[in-house]
């Protein structure tokens, strides 16, 4: 016989605990449509996880050092230095 | 073979080329994660460099049964973490807690104090005010391990698998971290950028 569990709905203060492992796809079905359910009539918590995913952009933006040419000159030091020591 | 497994051959087999090369790939994802752990760029410098030497001496003993940058970045973010403990100084965020503060929803769990509004000038604000330095900032005080976690997968680009192997913690642990190091950075984005 096939028992059928009526799950409440998520709230926000749930969805805001599941953007990760939503956006990590380690959601199961079920909690995901739950999940999907919650954010298609939550403009807040659209809000959120598009602020979510503009957080991780925004820390792969972070600035590069840029690298001189001083920097390889080291490098190249650093590579006889332990040529040396392999001697 | 990936491009990194080729330069290391030829790193072993004596082509100082080919060092510089693969040191010059891995500098700015390097240089940028010890700079969440210590204050300057020299001392971030040094973390880089004394890296490559422990890479080199350990060469050896790389096994290739990892991705080259899994391993260079697990002896980096080693070194940089026993450097930093010397000099740091931020007053680390709690570890626990969730992503947003309980304050922000009513009764029922529905927002109370929703969202304020900023993705949309945080792009262009990026360059203009010095946001990446916040985020530097932020990342700073974040506890060591979801620091760690962030740093890896969102600026490194890790997969979750490299980072767990990176780190040795579990995927469950991996996620956990992630989340409260994601959330924290949001929560700071918001305060900084934040409109209603």
């Known amino acids: 016989m096939r028992v059928l569990l009526r799950r409440r709905e998520l709230v926000c203060q749930e969805m805001v605990e599941l953007v990760t492992a939503y956006l990590e796809g380690g959601l199961s079905r079920g909690q995901r449509r739950r999940f999907e359910a919650h954010l298609a009539g939550c403009e807040h918590c659209t809000e959120y996880l598009e602020q979510m995913r503009a957080t991780i952009r925004l820390t792969g933006g972070l600035r590069a050092e840029d690298l001189t040419p001083e920097m390889s000159a080291e490098f190249a030091a650093l590579y006889q230095r332990w040529r040396a020591e392999e001697q | 073979m990936d491009e990194d497994a080729e330069l290391v051959a030829r790193v072993r087999a004596g082509e100082e080329q080919a060092f510089v090369t693969l040191a010059t790939r891995h500098h700015s ?168």
């Open chain 2, 29 to 196: 994802t390097m240089q940028r994660i010890a700079r969440t752990y210590v204050a300057s760029a020299a001392v971030a410098e040094e973390v880089v460099q004394d890296t490559w030497l422990a890479v080199l001496r350990g060469l050896d003993g790389f096994k290739e049964r990892s991705s080259f940058q899994t391993w260079l970045l697990a002896i980096l973010v080693n070194r940089a973490r026993s450097t930093g403990v010397h000099e740091h100084r931020s007053v680390a965020i709690g570890d626990a807690g969730p992503a947003v503060d309980s304050s922000r929803f009513d009764e029922s769990g529905a927002w109370m104090s929703p969202p304020l509004h900023w993705v949309e000038e945080s792009d262009s604000r990026l360059l203009a005010e010095g946001l990446a330095d916040r985020i530097q900032a932020t990342m700073r005080e974040l506890p060591e391990r979801q620091r760690e976690v962030v740093m890896l997968r969102d600026v490194a680009e890790l997969s979750a698998r490299e980072v767990c192997e990176a780190l040795e913690i579990s995927e469950a642990n991996q996620r956990v971290l992630l989340h409260r190091g994601r959330s924290h950075l949001r929560q700071a984005l918001e305060a900084d950028l934040g409109r209603i």
